[in-house]
């Protein structure tokens, strides 16, 4: 991860140095060069504008923030016995949805998937798969970020330490304490978040979201995180593409087919079941 963005990083200062001034390009007026150096410098700015929307966030927003705390707070009292749920049920699983599982939340495949996406649309001038590709290099680094942060300062024991969910000891360099939340799950379900904006049809999205959960999932039947790392990565990686999604919307022509009805997410919860429930 920490090499991945140290060359976008790079791009960045090589690509442009007026990056702040920038307004919306024609894709048909002009040249490879200069989209991309546009594009570079929307990313860059589109990872600043998610972290600072809580700054501007309204009732109802830091409503459902409230929620999705609380869903994990819920989950974190039961760590220890979904664990060993999954863990117990993880041999079950075919070894290929496993091995998917463990490989595509990798920064690595992740950054290989969403640069081809980018570059396909850059050279194809194509500017709805170009703004695709802005999404989803831009959430999968600004999630990627916040979780490596979030991981050194909570200092989490993972499950297969041998430690209790109750065990933290933060700014620890050890793998072992870097469980909350779970990265592959942000970097997998930021991915699958963001194609699933190109479709109206529900079941398409659905089926999306579906299978960008199964990274997450491996990580429970891995022993490598608790369930409430796993949730609080899907919430913060909703969060960060719907922030980045509405800034790209003052930066980009075309806009994706479902800007006329937006999904609300609402956590919900009820004896003896807690849900995220997305409505389309």
Known sequence: MKISILRFVLLYFAFSFNLFSQKPLSPDSKNTWQLLTYDVGTIFKGIGYSYT????WNGDQWSTFGSVLAGTGLLYLVDEETTHFFEDHGSDVPIAIRDYGRNVGSP??????????YLTGLFAKDEKLR??????VASATSAGLLQQVLKTVVGRARPLSGQSKDTFDPFNPD?????????????AFTNGYALGKQFKNPWIKGGIYTIALIPGLSRLWENEHWFSDVALGVAIS???????????????QQKYLQK?????WNVQFGIGRIGLIGSF
């Open 175 to 187: 793998r072992n304490y870097h469980s909350f939340p779970s990265g592959h799950t942000m970097v």
């Open 238 to 252: 909703i969060f960060t593409v719907e922030s980045i999604d509405r800034y790209l919307d003052r930066k980009y």
């Open 108 to 117: 690595n495949i992740n950054y290989t998937l969403t640069s081809a996406v």
């Open 53 to 56: 929307r809580p700054l501007f």
């Open 260 to 264: 006329d009805k937006k999904i609300s």
């Open 131 to 136: 703004r695709t590709g802005v999404l989803l």
